[in-house]
């Protein structure tokens, strides 16, 4: 409960709607294993599921096929599931498609699974889809009214309150389908943050500055497609310019995830003289198909285009750092290939006190030295 989610979801939300809250403290998997957030849901007759998208990662790890979910829902195990809610970082689709069909196939009629967009400064979620949006203008009807369609990628539409735009740097509204950042028309929703404690001056350069108080700057990257669903791509400062294009680390690991050898990748912009940054990724498998490059840049090609291409990536289980939430620490690999490329390979890189192992980042910088001294790196460190 120490962030928003937690106090909204687990705490007022649920006392508000005299909702039964069920609170499970621990990994989704090795508990004893990949069933163990599904036997919950049969134990309890859990209604509405709410979890991050690096636990279902992990649960795709141990159990690839799906059989311990297969198993519980053709028992009959699963049936009072009518939402599992995601949230916390990017879902990408091929997650929300699998589970999607999952739902829909042992869970509640019309189970589906909801992508929804939150800060700690939002207090509630900034994008989403209602379960029943019919109660929004009539509290007394129980009529059922079937939900906005999901878009696998794609964490929703605006909810009430929030008035959800796309800018340049400059702070002018962007056509739909374009790439920027995301922000906030004033006022702020009714459940956001108006100033942070007794330091209005902070509040300001944090949130508004940036576009002259015109708009409140959420920090995130991505763009509104033309129905009206926002996509959010990344944080602002993960975006990659190579030779003057602005490219998505979201959406370049949104394909890269599309393998189906591959349950969890970050990728990070590397320095390239020609082009200025390069996308580069880490991927956490231990045993890569010897084509993966040229599987990876294909994928890129048909889903961005060619300026999207890996300069290269580092394969290997338990390199991808994280915080307790389950965000990826970008910054801490981008760091850690920067500090190798200048031959610094013992150089600490900075990460945040809410890591979940620090142990992590002493593998990425061992997986990294041993790429460019003996691997594919050596060759790409001569051309930087």
């Given amino acids: 409960m120490g962030w928003v989610v937690g106090h909204s979801y687990i705490v007022y939300a649920p006392l ?3 909702a039964t809250t069920v609170l499970f403290e621990g990994k989704p998997v090795g508990t004893p294993n990949a069933d163990t957030f599904f036997r919950i849901v049969e134990e309890y007759k859990v209604n509405s599921f709410f979890t991050a998208p ?18 519980r829902g053709k028992s009959g195990g699963l049936k009072s599931l009518r939402a599992l809610f995601l949230a916390g970082e990017r879902s990408e689709p ?3 498609t ?7 196939k042992h ?34 009807d129980h009529t059922w009214h079937p939900p906005l369609p999901v878009k696998a990628g794609s964490a929703g539409k605006p909810a009430p309150g929030f008035d959800v735009r796309v800018v340049d740097d400059e702070g002018k509204e962007i056509p739909k389908g374009n790439m920027g950042n995301i922000v906030l028309g004033i006022p702020f929703a009714p459940t956001g943050l108006t100033t942070l404690w007794n330091d209005e001056e902070r509040f300001y350069k944090g949130y508004l500055k940036r576009f002259d108080g015109k708009w409140l700057d959420t920090g ?11 996509h959010v791509m990344s944080r602002a400062d993960d975006i990659i310019n190579v030779a003057a294009h602005r490219l998505s680390t979201g959406a370049i690991e949104q394909a890269i995830s599309s393998h189906p050898a591959i349950t969890e990748a970050a990728v990070v912009g590397i320095p390239d003289q020609m082009k200025g940054h390069v996308p580069f990724a880490f991927i956490g498998i231990a045993d890569p198909p010897s084509d993966l490059l040229k599987d990876l840049n294909g994928r890129l090609r048909h889903s961005i285009g060619p300026i999207a291409s890996l300069a290269g990536f580092i394969a290997r289980d338990g390199i991808i750092p994280k915080t307790r939430s389950g965000k990826t620490l ?20 900075s990460f945040p006190s809410t890591i979940e ?8 910088k061992d997986a990294v030295k041993e790429y460019f001294q003996t691997g594919e790196g050596s060759k790409m460190k001569a051309k930087l």
């Fill in 357 to 364: 192992d620090p142990s992590v980042v002493e593998k990425a």
């Fill in 330 to 349: 970008r910054r801490t690999l981008k760091e850690i290939l920067e500090n190798a490329v200048e031959g610094n390979f013992e150089k600490e890189p």
């Fill in 220 to 230: 995130d990257a991505g763009m509104i497609d033309s129905d009206g669903y926002v």
């Fill in 54 to 71: 690096t636990a279902l990662r992990a649960i795709r790890k141990e159990d690839p096929k799906n059989s311990l979910f297969e198993k």
């Fill in 98 to 104: 699998m589970y999607q069909e999952l739902l829909a």
């Fill in 16 to 18: 508000l709607a005299g």
């Fill in 94 to 96: 091929a997650i929300v």
């Fill in 107 to 140: 869970c509640a009629p019309q189970a589906t699974v909801i992508d929804n967009w939150w800060s700690s400064e939002s207090g509630s979620p900034m994008t989403g889809l209602a379960l029943v949006p019919g109660v929004a203008t009539q509290f007394n």
